[in-house]
């Protein structure tokens, strides 16, 4: 009976640990999103990212923009491909779908209100970071003015980011994150702010993942640039 009683307690501790409850994060390269309108250009938030948490300026969204961007305020939006971006002919960016069926659009800037004041805005999701992860890896493109500013945290601290590779469409990042391995974290992107406001900033975000390979040394990022140039020479 005694032995009964102490594998039921045990059980019970078991399955009320924090680590055994926690869930791997989901959705991070935004292909389970459900366009379910709201009014006018939004979308339900909780349908358009499923897993994810919005914030403007601290205040959790229920609405995101859907195929639309804001001229100066603070907010979300989700794209797919039938995106046309409407700041093109300011950034000089193509605009569109960085890979999949949608991007996700994170823009600081103004609060919408009578009273607008500059407002950081951040897509964040708590969850468990799988064991064995060495880094963690994005793409995203940035529609920044020279004080533009974007950062990524894990459990609240800022992520070292280092660039992997460029292309025409996204900028691949990556950062070391194996000190948070099997741990349940809280991961952010945040696009913050200016103070005060001068112009709305953009960050087209897709594609994160967690992976098993460590951060490249800068100069093992020298090395792969100066193998490629050589290449290119011994064929010409």
Same mark, same amino acid.
């Given at each position: 009976m005694k032995t009964a009683k102490l594998f039921v307690?045990?059980?019970?501790?078991?399955?009320? *640990?924090?680590?055994?409850?926690?869930?791997?994060?989901?959705?991070?390269?935004?292909? *389970?999103?459900?366009?379910?309108?709201?009014?006018?250009?939004?979308?339900?938030?909780?349908?358009?990212?499923?897993?994810?948490?919005?914030?403007?300026?601290?205040?959790?969204?229920?609405?995101?923009?859907?195929?639309?961007?804001?001229?100066?305020?603070?907010?979300? *939006?989700?794209?797919?491909?039938?995106?046309?971006?409407?700041?093109?002919?300011?950034?000089?960016?193509?605009?569109?779908?960085?890979?999949?069926?949608?991007?996700?659009?994170?823009? *600081?800037?103004?609060?919408?209100?009578?009273?607008?004041?500059?407002?950081?805005?951040t897509l964040s999701q708590t969850s468990l970071v799988p064991i064995g992860i060495q880094s963690l890896q994005f793409e995203a493109y940035q529609v920044f003015d020279s004080l533009g500013a974007f950062t990524v945290t894990l459990d609240g601290q800022n992520l070292s980011l280092i660039v992997i590779s460029n292309t025409l469409n996204y900028t691949l990042y990556s950062a070391n994150i194996s000190a948070w391995a099997g741990q349940t974290a809280q991961l952010s992107f945040n696009v913050l702010g200016e103070n005060p406001h001068v112009d709305d900033e953009y960050l087209y975000l897709d594609s994160i993942q967690f992976s098993t390979q460590s951060v490249p040394e800068p100069g093992e990022l020298d090395l792969v640039a100066l193998g490629t140039l050589f290449l290119g020479f011994r064929r010409r």
């Open positions: 307690f045990c059980l019970t501790i078991f399955c009320a *640990s924090p680590f055994v409850r926690a869930q791997a994060f989901t959705d991070l390269n935004f292909e *389970s999103a459900t366009m379910v309108p709201a009014s006018g250009f939004y979308v339900q938030f909780n349908q358009a990212f499923p897993g994810w948490t919005g914030t403007v300026d601290g205040v959790q969204q229920a609405l995101v923009l859907s195929n639309e961007v804001y001229l100066d305020s603070a907010g979300i *939006s989700i794209i797919d491909n039938n995106w046309t971006n409407s700041t093109a002919h300011l950034s000089g960016f193509p605009g569109g779908v960085i890979q999949g069926n949608y991007t996700a659009i994170l823009m *600081s800037g103004n609060t919408l209100g009578a009273n607008p004041q500059p407002a950081d805005t």
